[in-house]
C-alpha cells in the first residue's frame, strides 16, 4: 500500500464486536490527514444489496444454499457499482464486513464448507481481496450482550453457530498475519483505534 494509491480495508468479526465504530474512527482521521474515503457496508452498500440484506437477515426463512448465493450477488454488484470505482479514483474503502464474512457465516456457521464458500465468494467479486482485513475478536456471550434483545436471523442464532465464526476467523487470521490484524473487541474503542491506526500508518496510507 502506498499513500497516493487506492486501499481496500475490511473490518470483520462477529455481531455486536464493534466493528462499525472502528470504521467510523478510522474514516476521520484518514479523512482528516486528506484522504478520500468511502465508507460502505455489506450486505448493502447500494440499492440492490440493501435489498438482499433486508431479505436475508429480515424476511422469512432462506435457505443456506440460497443465502450464500445472494450475499454472494451483493458482492459482486457492490464491487463493480461501488468498490472498484472507488479504488481506481485512488480512495481508502472501508467497508464493514466482506468476504470474510460470508466465508465464516455460510462456510463455517452453516457448514456449507468454508473453501466452497471462498471459491464462490471470490468469483463474485472477481479477486478482489482487502489490503487490510481487521477483525474485531469478541466472544459470542459479549456479542449477545451488546445486542441486547433485537436480533435479526442470524443474530438470533445460537452461540455454538457464532463460536464456529470465531474460530473461523481467528484462524484465517492466524494464517495470513501480513494481511489481518486480530484486535480485542472488548477494550476501549479508543484503544482498539490506535491499534489500527498504527497498521495503517505503517502501510503508508497516512502519514503518521
Excluded: C
Excluded at 480495508?9 to 467510523?24: H, L, N, P, Y
Excluded at 435479526?152 to 494481511?179: C, K, T, Y
Aim: no cysteine; aromatic share 4%; net charge negative.
Amino acid at each position: 500500500m502506498t499513500g497516493r494509491d487506492g486501499v481496500f480495508i475490511a473490518f470483520e468479526g462477529g455481531d455486536g464486536a464493534g466493528k462499525s465504530t472502528q470504521v467510523r474512527l478510522l474514516a476521520e482521521v484518514l479523512r482528516a490527514r486528506g484522504r478520500e474515503v468511502l465508507v460502505t457496508r455489506q450486505p448493502g452498500g447500494t440499492p440492490l444489496g440493501a435489498a438482499i440484506r433486508d431479505l436475508v437477515l429480515h424476511g422469512d426463512h432462506v435457505s443456506p444454499r440460497a443465502e450464500a448465493l445472494l450475499f454472494a450477488a451483493d458482492k459482486a454488484h457492490h464491487v463493480d457499482l461501488v468498490i472498484r470505482p472507488a479504488l481506481a479514483a485512488g480512495q481508502v474503502v472501508l467497508t464493514d464486513r466482506y468476504t470474510d464474512s460470508s466465508v465464516a457465516y455460510q462456510g463455517a456457521g452453516r457448514d456449507l464448507g468454508a473453501d466452497e464458500v471462498h471459491d464462490l465468494q471470490m468469483w463474485a467479486v472477481d479477486g478482489l481481496v482487502p489490503d487490510l482485513t481487521v477483525v474485531v475478536d469478541v466472544s459470542p456471550e459479549e456479542g449477545r450482550r451488546r445486542r441486547g434483545e433485537v436480533h435479526d436471523r442470524l443474530e438470533a442464532e445460537a452461540d455454538a453457530f457464532h463460536a464456529s465464526i470465531r474460530e473461523h476467523f481467528l484462524a484465517v487470521a492466524r494464517g495470513n498475519p501480513q494481511r489481518y490484524l486480530v484486535v480485542d473487541g472488548t477494550r476501549p474503542p479508543e484503544e482498539i483505534h490506535a491499534e489500527v491506526l498504527a497498521r495503517v500508518e505503517a502501510a503508508g496510507v497516512v502519514d503518521p
